[in-house]
Nanobody
Framework: QVQLLESGGGLVQAGDSLTLSCTLS????????IGWFRQSPDKDREFLAA??????LKNYGDAVKGRFTIYNTKKTVYLQMNSLKAEDTAGYYC????????????????WGQGTQVTVSS
């Protein structure tokens, strides 16, 4: 069992930066990938980034490549978000899974409750 807790969301202005945190507890974070997703009202949950437990493998979604960076410490995975836009407004979720693929929500077993990011233009 893995528990995930997101934090760091808030209200920012367009062009600002924000870093989200996903703190893990429960079973050891071994052979487990952590992904970040976001969801706006009336939209599907969108893949943003994923990182392997060693930090050696990182993947990014096309919408955020070059603006968002994922990195980790032993128990926390961070999502650094730069040059934020109004369209980045969404609920942001981290999730954990053990399959090799990272892009689909179905590949993740454990989910956090989410943190809201609102970007004003």
């Amino acid at each position: 069992q893995v528990q995930l807790l997101e934090s760091g969301g808030g209200l920012v202005q367009a062009g600002d930066s924000l870093t989200l945190s996903c703190t893990l507890s429960g079973r050891p974070f071994i052979n487990t990938k952590i992904g970040w997703f976001r969801q706006s009202p009336d939209k599907d949950r969108e893949f943003l980034a994923a990182i392997s437990s060693t930090g050696g493998l990182k993947n990014y979604g096309d919408a955020v490549k070059g603006r968002f960076t994922i990195y980790n410490t032993k128990k926390t995975v961070y999502l650094q978000m730069n040059s934020l836009k109004a369209e980045d407004t969404a609920g942001y979720y981290c999730a954990a899974g053990q399959s090799n693929t990272v892009y689909n929500t179905q590949e993740y077993v454990w989910w956090g409750q989410g943190t809201q990011v609102t970007v004003s233009s």
